[in-house]
C-alpha cells in the first residue's frame, strides 16, 4: 500500500508509463532492464555470485527525449513502485529531499529517480556553451554548497539498500560534479540518451501520429527524415499543429501539408553544434561506466 502524500516536490506512485509508451531508443531500454529490472528481481544470485551491481545509473542526454519516462517505465517492467524527485524544485528543500528519499526506503522494492542532477550537484567551473555563443538549456539557478553535501550523503545511504534502485537523470554530464559520478558508490554507471536520430523520430512519430486520422499522403518515413534536430516533445508539438491546422481547413483528416504548415510553427529544440557536442561529451567520457 502506497503512502498518501500531497506536496509538488516529489511523488511516488504505481508506475504508470509502459516501454511502448516512449518511440524509439531500443539499445537505451535493454540497458535499463539490464541495471535496474533484472537487478531488482536477482540481487540475491548476483549477491551469491559475488556480482556487484550499479550503485546508481545515470541517464543524460537532450531535454525532451523521454528520460523521465524511461525510468517509470524501468519500474514498471520490475513491478515495482516509483519514487520521483524534481531536482529543480528541491532547490532549498533539504528536508523535503530527506523525506523522499525515506519514501524511496519505505516503498521498497523501488525505483527512486532523481531529474537534473546538474542542479544538486554542479560542476564548478563547468562550461555550459556549445559553441558559439549557444548557451541553450542551461540552468538558471544552483543547490547551495550545503544542500549538495545533504544529496551526496543522502546518495550514499541509498545506495546501500538493495531493493532501491537509484536513477538519476541530467542534461549534460560533464556539467555534474564528479564527486557524485565518479565515486564507486554512487551515481558509477551512465546510460547516454542520444538526440533522436531518424528510426527514433520514426517510432515518436507512430506514437503520436498513430493517434490522428492521416490522409493516404502523409508518409512518416519522410517527416522522420525531414525532422533533424527533433526530440520528443518538438514531434508532439508537430502532430499537434498538424492536427489543429486540419481542422482550421474543416477537414476530418491531416494531410501531408498539415505537417510541412506545422513544420515552420515549430522550432527544433536541437542545434546541429548541440548535436555535435552531445557525441563529443560521450565519445570523450569513459566507456566503462556505460557498462553493467
Known amino acids: 500500500m502506497h503512502r498518501l502524500l500531497e506536496h509538488i516536490f516529489y511523488e511516488v506512485r ?15 531500454k ?8 533484472f537487478v531488482l528481481a536477482n540481487g540475491e544470485a548476483l549477491e551469491r555470485m559475488g556480482i556487484e551491481p550499479p550503485s546508481g545509473v545515470l541517464m543524460w542526454g537532450p531535454l525532451g527525449t523521454g528520460i523521465t519516462m524511461l525510468a517509470e517505465a524501468a519500474a514498471a517492467e520490475a513491478g515495482v513502485s516509483y519514487v520521483y524527485v524534481s531536482g529543480q524544485e528541491m532547490l532549498g528543500k533539504a528536508d523535503r529531499m530527506e523525506e523522499a528519499f525515506e519514501v524511496a526506503r519505505y516503498e521498497a522494492p523501488s525505483v527512486l529517480f532523481i531529474s537534473d542532477v546538474e542542479w544538486l550537484c554542479p560542476r564548478e567551473g563547468a562550461d555550459y556553451s556549445w559553441g558559439d555563443g549557444n548557451l541553450r538549456g542551461i540552468p538558471p539557478t544552483f543547490a547551495t554548497l550545503e544542500l549538495t553535501e545533504k544529496f551526496i550523503s ?32 554512487r551515481f558509477n554507471r551512465k546510460i547516454f540518451i542520444p538526440p533522436p536520430g531518424e528510426r527514433d523520430r520514426l517510432e515518436i512519430l507512430h506514437i503520436y501520429a498513430g493517434r490522428m486520422p492521416l490522409a493516404g499522403d502523409v508518409d512518416l518515413r519522410d517527416l522522420a527524415r525531414d525532422t533533424s534536430g527533433y526530440v520528443g516533445w518538438d514531434i508532439e508539438s508537430l502532430c499537434r499543429m498538424a492536427g ?34 552531445y557525441y563529443d561529451i560521450y565519445r570523450k567520457d569513459c566507456p566503462h561506466h556505460y557498462h553493467f
Open 154 to 185: 543522502l546518495v550514499d545511504e541509498i545506495c546501500g539498500v538493495r531493493e532501491v534502485r537509484l536513477l538519476g537523470s541530467c542534461y549534460r554530464v560533464d556539467t555534474v560534479d564528479q564527486a557524485v559520478i565518479k565515486e564507486k558508490k
Open 14 to 28: 504505481k508506475p504508470r508509463i509502459t516501454w511502448g509508451d516512449i518511440g524509439g531508443f531500443s539499445r537505451q
Open 30 to 37: 535493454d540497458i535499463l532492464k539490464e541495471m535496474v529490472c
Open 244 to 277: 489543429k491546422n486540419a481542422i482550421a481547413r474543416g477537414s476530418r483528416e491531416v494531410t501531408r501539408e498539415d505537417f510541412r504548415k506545422g513544420m515552420g510553427e515549430v522550432t527544433p529544440w536541437l542545434t546541429e553544434d548541440m548535436v555535435e557536442k
